[in-house]
């Protein structure tokens, strides 16, 4: 049986994810904070127009100027501090036999989100016995790991939503 819970508010047309310091502590606060171009000594990931690019040409070039600001960007202080937004566990016989297959599905939407917005990312994967537990740093990519994989593979996904935060706990079985 395929079943898939959403909550509510989870099920809502998506809009673009605005998150501000309000939301997010690990953000600098709207119309405020980080220089106007900065560089990740962790990660190598460009602040530059108010947005973080991981764009290897883009660090070289910001890289070789004299007056650059290295920062730690909100993602490595987040995963340095294990802080994660969202927790995807990943459950089922299914899992033990099609595991390889699932983890690459797992990071080439890793590296698709992380394209988009480097602080959208898996912070850390931990197996224990017969489960995988994934970490992010947001909860929009949990959920939409929760997603892809019950769009590739079906079984059973649920999403839990924490009240007032955007933490998303998302736990897949087959």
């Not at 602040?47 to 730690?72: C, G, S, T």
């Not at 990312?121 to 949990?142: D, F």
């Amino acid at each position: 049986m395929n079943r898939m819970k959403v909550p509510k508010e989870v099920g809502k047309p998506h809009t673009r994810d605005k998150v501000y310091a309000e939301n997010d502590p690990y953000l600098p606060p709207k119309g405020s904070g980080l220089p106007e171009v900065a560089i990740c000594k962790d990660c190598t990931a460009v602040y530059q127009k108010k947005k973080w690019f991981l764009d290897p040409k883009l660090y070289k070039e910001k890289k070789a100027a004299k007056d650059i600001n290295w920062v730690i960007c909100p993602a490595c202080k987040k995963t340095k501090e294990n802080v994660p937004g969202g927790i995807v566990t990943l459950k089922g016989d299914f899992l033990q036999q099609h595991k390889q297959e699932i983890m690459n599905l797992i990071h080439n939407e890793d590296e698709r989100s992380k394209k988009y917005n480097p602080l959208k990312r898996i912070m850390k994967i931990n197996e224990k016995g017969n489960e995988v537990e994934i970490l992010t740093t947001e909860g929009r990519l949990a959920y939409r790991i929760g997603s892809i994989l019950f769009k590739a593979y079906d079984g059973e996904v649920e999403y839990k939503k924490h009240e007032n935060t955007k933490f998303m706990r998302v736990e897949w079985r087959r």
